[in-house]
């Protein structure tokens, strides 16, 4: 028989059943489509494309050493589809159960009635720990736990489909991608994927829990996997394992503390993408809809603007804006507040915010963008609000101000008590409105006018504008305290809708 196994989200050899199961089928045509259609979507850039493609790459080499060289095909997937499976007498198609946007999901109920209608077995394997048609959680944990703890399949040997031109991996540009300029991004491949894993293991992570809220120190300090996981380069089973083994060694409690923190962070990998998987409209339907009805949010203009390329006036975010724009690459509590300001402070549409950042992540993976994308815009409507003040901020994940300084040049001159909040500097029009922009909104006043409106539909018992006036003197405040091992500031129960405000 003869197997296409279309690779998607999948980009190894290691680890991969549909690949061994096309392998014990019989002689194997191992395909990735480039899809035009797929990337020209909002969610979607050159530079995903780019780190794709040089996974691509490596991926090629490794097939061809098992025996049958990676096949890159440019066109619609059924199309694509059809034309191999027909010159090539191919009857049986495996691949792994996609994740992906809207757009994905739609295609592969194309590509199931297509394989439908000319009688073609589409097998499609689990991902990750993640269940497809099960509902509800029950047994969830155990399940995935299972997946992380079963056998790493071994790459299998490969009769190829003889006869097949393997096509020219394209690039950026061939896909007619608009131009996406990235100059410190990761290098894709499952090689920099393995070096990048050796060396968190081996030394960066141990001081993973310390530094992972300041971009500063979290460009070190975090495993910087993220994308080598999005496009599946390494499976979430090899580097659990890599893990559980570095714990089975007893590396001592710093260490164990750090890889505990870590594991549980790559289990949350699956759980938001079982989230995604079980309500796929999350990406354009609010899950808390009252939420999401409320008039004024906008999709574009100039706060959109500003927030986009980093010129809101507010030092700490815009360098956050730059650093994401420049390498591909922020870390989780900068992104969480990248997501806050624009659709607390800004009043922005959740979906058109969710598409920018999608677009500067290398790492974009649907699965767990879209559920914290809502998640941190208080559209879920079972999370905690968490509104960030990205003064408090950068005063406090940025203290010395070096990292602000480095993204925003423009405040050079600016003495450091006054780089977060260069508008109360004396010689302020030195620069702002010049060099610098004015900061488009007043802090207080735009999280106060966004809680007022979120009241309506998040239940708060307390009026939106006492709170904001308590909230300026905390320690006083009977409805807020310090939780100060998760470092969070906390409203009380009080409010029927739980929030953090000004994190
Ligand atoms: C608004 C928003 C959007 C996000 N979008 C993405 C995205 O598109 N792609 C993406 O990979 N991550 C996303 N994250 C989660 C997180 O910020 C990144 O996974 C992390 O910063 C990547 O760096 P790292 O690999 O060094 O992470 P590490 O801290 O080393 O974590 C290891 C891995 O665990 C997973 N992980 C880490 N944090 C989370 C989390 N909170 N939820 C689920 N899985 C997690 C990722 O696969 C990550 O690579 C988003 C977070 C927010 C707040």
Known sequence: MNVLVWYKRDLRVNDHAALSMGARNGAVLPLYIAEPEYWALPDTSARQWEFVAETLAGLRRDLADLGAPLVVRVGDAVEVLARLCKQNAVTRIVSHEEVGNAWTFARDLRVKAWARDVGIEWLELPTGGVRRGVRGRAGWDAARAGYAEGEIVAAPALRVVAGIEPGVIPNARALRMVADACPHRQTGGRAQGMAVLDSFLGQRGLGYRRSMSSPLTAERACSRLSPHLAVGALSAREVEQAVMAQLAAKPGPDWAANLRSFQSRIAWRAHFTQKLEDAPEMERVAMHRAADDLPGRAPEGPLFDAWATGQTGLPYLDACMRYLTATGWINFRARAMLTSVATYHLWLDWRAVGQVLARRFTDYDPGIHWPQIQ????????????????????????????????????????????????????????????????????????????????????????????????????????????????????ARPVLAGQMCLDL
């Open 375 to 490: 998640m941190q815009s208080g559209m879920s409507g079972i999370n905690r609000l968490r509104i960030y003040n990205p003064i408090k901020q950068g005063l406090e994940q940025d203290p010395n101000g070096s990292f602000t300084r480095r993204w925003v040049p423009e405040l050079a001159s600016v003495p450091d008590g006054f780089l977060q909040t260069p508008w109360k500097w004396p010689a302020a029009q030195r620069i702002l409105g010049q060099r610098y922009p004015e900061p488009v909104m007043d802090v207080a006043v735009a999280a106060r006018v966004a809680m007022g409106r979120l009241r309506q539909t998040h239940g708060f018992a307390g009026d939106a504008a006492e709170l904001i006036e308590r909230h300026a003197s905390p320690a006083q405040n009977p409805l807020f305290f310090n939780d100060r091992k998760a470092g969070l500031r906390r």
